[in-house]
């Protein structure tokens, strides 16, 4: 059963040329879970390797309009697209429904069901192989976190101990695989503990929205697989995130040190930063930190079969070379950067651009050389001038 988290938007407050602000979809097998949505998800999701699917449940953090501005314009698409039958359930803190009341203007009649239900702090949602629980944070207005935990597992079925009790192999063993005893044809009877092994752990993903660090996420998020926390702040602004209830990288960093959990991933990035220095400010503190972009997914697999895993831009279609790649052009120097991480984040904008970007290490003691084909110049130029502080990533050559 895959389990992973595509993020749709990793900004916080409005969107820029690199950032959407907040969306994640949870996939769990054919499942699709939308967390919070804001302005442009759809169109996220239509740019996305997933596309725009018929989302069947919604789950919003808080009501703070960087979350929730997506959502008249999908319900509408949903309702041109001619879905009738398939329902809608929007989940979200007290406050929810009457919003809803609010956007009946923009929204008219649909021609599906949507459902609105309103949540409190520790509800659980049971869900067969799994719940979703809510938790409280810490952001001045109505809000809830969202974990996601899977029930335990049966454990490992033994061979060789079934084997030394002569249950046949067939029938007889899927009855005691399923936790149930047998009795076998001489008349013995055979119970599932004598040939399970202890039952194994499932997964624990946890969604923060918008909070300052919390006692309550630290009690939500302990042992989590994934802890998908807001670091809205670098160190530097500190008072600002304890002024409008949100949380620095490091403090963010803190909380997943407590919670003990496996792997930390920020979002909710201020516009004034790139991931790089709030990856490096909270792998000071927690070094299993990643600080994704929009179309990176996080893998979590069963503990078993390893740790959860940052796939960069996995959530991305194929890209499209903006340029003729069969025309061999020379490498020239667009810029320099000042170690491996921001030549590296340099690199991925412009290929993101569709230009073929390498590193070269500079001749000068320390530093990279970001190089891309002379023919596509002028584009890499464009591309990095959209961005919105460059001088912050990039010394001139
Ligand atoms: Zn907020
Ligand atoms: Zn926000």
């Not at 979200?92 to 949507?114: E, T």
């Not at 899927?174 to 499932?202: K, M, N, Y």
């Not at 959860?308 to 950067?337: E, F």
Request: aromatic fraction near 6%; include cysteine; hydrophobic fraction near 45%.
């Amino acid at each position: 059963m895959d389990l992973d988290l595509v993020f749709l938007g990793t900004s916080a407050s409005m969107p820029t040329a690199l950032r959407a602000p907040a969306a994640f979809l949870v996939r769990r097998g054919g499942e699709r879970l939308l967390f919070d949505c804001a302005e442009g998800t759809q169109r996220q999701l239509q740019r996305s390797s997933v596309g725009l699917p018929d989302l069947e449940e919604i789950f919003l953090t808080h009501l703070h309009a960087d979350h929730v501005l997506g959502l008249p314009g999908m319900l509408k698409t949903f309702a041109l697209r001619g879905r009738d039958e398939v329902g809608l359930t929007v989940y979200g803190p007290k406050g929810v429904r009457d919003l809803f009341g609010k956007l009946k203007p923009f929204l008219g009649r649909l021609p599906y069901p949507l459902t609105i239900v309103e949540l409190a702090p520790k509800d659980t949602l049971e869900r067969g192989e799994y719940v979703i629980e809510t938790f409280p944070v810490d952001h001045g207005v109505s809000a809830l976190g969202y974990a996601l935990v899977e029930h335990e597992r049966p454990g490992r079925f033994d061979v060789a101990a079934a084997d030394a009790l002569g249950v046949p192999a067939g029938r007889e063993r899927g009855i005691l695989q399923a936790g149930d005893a047998v009795t076998l044809a001489d008349g013995s009877v055979v119970t599932s503990d004598e040939v399970l092994g202890p039952a194994r752990p499932g997964r624990k993903l946890v969604i923060t929205g918008d909070t300052a660090p919390a006692p309550s996420v630290v009690q939500a998020a302990h042992g989590a697989d994934l802890l998908v926390h807001e670091a809205t702040f670098a160190e530097e602004e500190k008072e600002r995130a304890r002024e409008t209830l949100h949380a620095t990288a490091t403090e963010a960093a803190e909380v997943a040190r407590l919670a003990e959990v496996r792997l930390l991933a920020l979002t909710h990035v201020s516009t004034r930063y790139f991931g790089a220095e709030l990856a490096r400010q909270a792998r000071a503190i927690f070094p299993e930190t990643v600080v994704p972009r929009d179309f990176d997914v996080v893998d979590v697999p069963f503990p078993e079969r390893g740790a959860p895993q940052l796939l960069k831009g996995a959530g991305r279609p194929p890209r499209k070379l903006a340029y003729d790649p069969g025309v061999m052009s020379r490498m020239v120097q667009i810029a320099t950067a000042g170690d491996v991480t921001e030549a590296e984040e340099l690199q991925e904008l412009l290929r993101n651009a569709g230009i073929d970007a390498e590193l070269e290490a500079a001749d000068s003691a320390d530093g990279l050389m970001v190089m891309v084909p002379e023919t596509t110049l002028e584009a890499a130029q464009d591309a990095i001038e959209a961005l919105s502080e460059p001088d912050d990533l990039i010394a001139e050559p």
